[in-house]
């Protein structure tokens, strides 16, 4: 089953896992190594970044 893109840059994903501070594992095991409440930390920051630039 082929994976959709997702809606978020990989950038974005990049800076927001730095900042959250899982980086480390993303660059060693891929996305796929981080945990369930990394990312949904990463999207509520994700949402909170948008929510901002939209004021």
């Keep these: 089953m ?3 893109g997702g ?3 990989d ?3 990049e800076e ?4 959250l ?3 480390d594992t993303v660059q060693k095991e891929g996305w ?3 945990k369930a409440k ?5 999207v ?3 949402i909170e970044m948008a929510e901002q630039n939209m004021k």
């Design 7 to 9: 809606a978020m840059s």
């Design 21 to 23: 501070g899982f980086y």
């Design 38 to 42: 990394d990312a949904g930390n990463m």
């Design 32 to 34: 796929g190594g981080i």
């Design 11 to 13: 950038h974005l994903k």
């Design 16 to 19: 927001i896992a730095k900042e």
């Design 2 to 4: 082929a994976r959709r």
């Design 44 to 46: 509520k920051r994700a």
